[in-house]
T-cell receptor
Framework: NAGVTQTPKFQVLKTGQSMTLQCAQD?????MYWYRQDPGMGLRLIYY???????DKGEVPNGYNVSRLNKREFSLRLESAAPSQTSVYFC?????????????FGPGTRLLVL | GQSLEQPSEVTAVEGAIVQINCTYQ??????LSWYQQHDGGAPTFLSY????GLEETGRFSSFLSRSDSYGYLLLQELQMKDSASYFC???????FGTGTRLTVIP
């Protein structure tokens, strides 16, 4: 049982390049989330998926797109990276409804945009 | 909008008790969660309050007062390994506080 896995662990991009961050969970959770965390800050929600086939914007969705590929996988895409997107990105999953407050986080992806 | 406010830093002595406060403003309310994050690591879930009162989980307890839009995390018998950042979050996982960095000193 790996929990929540994320790839890659580290990435350096040039401004304007695109990339996709991958996330998968093996806990059969319905809900999945993408957050970003800037130095010394809390987590800010980018997008979430309450269940397979649905996605919703969070607090800071601009510059990102997501895909809920199936129940296990939830990817985050940066179409044209900007230095302001330099951050640590965390994927998380939880049950839907009762129990949703308990989130399980992946190890994070550290992204540097030059 | 929604906001969750916490003190930025707290320092406490090993073996002591420390309280980390969280005041919130939310348009809807789904309870209050608490997470711990060590430097370079991922957040891990600690506790959740759906209703008013105290929830106890070992050395950690969490309290909620919905009428005051206020909660706190209480850490007892502090250990050096408790040095970390602590975040409150809305129970629907949509909003997190800015975090409190706890430093435990000998």
């Amino acid at each position: 049982n790996a929990g929540v896995t994320q790839t890659p662990k580290f990435q350096v991009l040039k401004t304007g390049q695109s990339m996709t961050l991958q996330c998968a969970q093996d806990m059969n959770h319905n809900s999945m989330y993408w957050y970003r965390q800037d130095p010394g800050m809390g987590l800010r929600l980018i997008y979430y998926s309450a269940s397979e086939g649905t996605t919703d914007k969070g607090e800071v969705p601009n510059g990102y797109n997501v895909s809920r590929l199936n129940k296990r996988e939830f990817s985050l895409r940066l179409e044209s990276a900007a230095p302001s997107q330099t951050s640590v990105y965390f994927c998380a999953s939880s049950e839907a409804g009762a129990g949703r407050e308990t989130q399980y986080f992946g190890p994070g992806t550290r992204l540097l945009v030059l | 909008g929604q906001s969750l406010e916490q003190p930025s830093e707290v320092t406490a002595v090993e073996g002591a008790i420390v309280q980390i406060n969280c005041t919130y403003q939310t348009s809807g309310f789904y309870g209050l969660s608490w997470y711990q994050q060590h430097d370079g690591g991922a957040p891990t879930f600690l506790s959740y309050n759906a209703l008013d009162g105290l929830e106890e989980t070992g050395r950690f307890s969490s309290f909620l007062s919905r009428s005051d839009s206020y909660g706190y995390l209480l850490l007892q018998e502090l250990q050096m390994k408790d040095s970390a950042s602590y975040f409150c979050a809305s129970g629907d996982n949509l909003f997190f506080g800015t975090g409190t960095r706890l430093t435990v000193i000998p």
